[in-house]
């Protein structure tokens, strides 16, 4: 699986690829709690061997959408992540904390905009965090636990592909009116598993294209972004554009995830 850049007018396109999804703590006890029938994409990790539940949810009310479950063992809630979106978090009293998606969510909702923020994001900052991985950093505060100590430690897992063993992301940016394009190529000892794509938009009037057919649109004000699934073609190039169709500083993005088994 590859990802290199077409044409450009901008001067970054970032791929993180191979980030490797691991088997979902395989014996543990949490896995018997977790609602493994709902969930998607999803991250997880370890933070530490026990956790004050009612502790944790006092500190995480501002974050917090929807309450959905809470017992003794475990809780699980919805936190409003700096995208706007509502992010499904499970976390247990043994130590357990996964942010998950749940299974009609395209996996590209991991893709992090950062839209809470004033300024446009750079592809940088883009691919440095996802989405899943800022809702555990918000619960990392709430218990009292520096981020940074168990970043390492997170893992990914599709519960809807549990065969998948890699994803990819491809980011890359537009300011102004014109349009950028990177291609993708996919070998056939790879099977994807799923396909999806982010689209950024500020102030712009902006569209995406695979191969001239068209993906996504925008046109109108304000900040946020579209999410959807898209299937790329085997054994060729496959061609995404951006466009811009607004002069001056507005700004658009895109980020497309590939699931994949290799």
Not at 151 to 156: E, L
């Amino acid at each position: 699986m590859e990802a290199h850049k077409e044409r450009t007018n901008s001067r970054h396109i970032l791929v993180l690829a191979a980030v490797f999804m691991c088997l979902f703590m395989a014996g543990n006890a949490s896995a018997t709690t977790f609602p493994v029938d709902e969930a998607g994409i999803s991250a997880y990790v370890k933070v530490s061997d026990s956790i004050d539940l009612e502790t944790v949810m006092e500190n995480l009310l501002p974050h917090i959408a929807e309450v959905l479950e809470v017992n003794p063992t475990y809780f699980i809630v919805t936190v409003t992540n700096d995208d706007n979106q509502d992010t499904h978090l499970y976390v247990g009293a043994d130590g357990w904390v996964i942010s998950y998606y749940l299974l009609p969510q395209a996996v590209s909702m991991t893709v992090r905009w950062n839209i809470a923020s004033e300024e446009d994001p750079t592809p940088e900052e883009v691919t440095s965090m996802t989405t899943l991985e800022e809702v555990i950093s918000k619960t990392c505060d709430a218990i009292g636990i520096d981020y940074e100590t168990i970043k390492s430690g997170i893992k990914f897992y599709d519960f809807e592909h549990p065969n998948a063993d890699r994803m990819m992301f491809v980011v890359d940016m537009q300011s102004g009116e014109g349009s950028n394009s990177f291609y993708i190529a996919i070998p056939p000892e790879v099977t994807v598993k799923e396909s999806s794509y982010s689209h950024y938009y500020n102030g712009a009037s902006t569209y995406i294209n695979r191969d001239g057919i068209r993906v996504s649109t925008y046109s109108g004000s304000g900040k946020g972004a579209l999410y959807g699934n898209h299937d790329l073609l085997l054994v060729q190039r496959n061609t995404i554009a951006l466009y811009n169709s607004d002069s001056g500083v507005h700004k658009s993005g895109v980020g497309w995830v590939v699931v994949y088994e290799t």
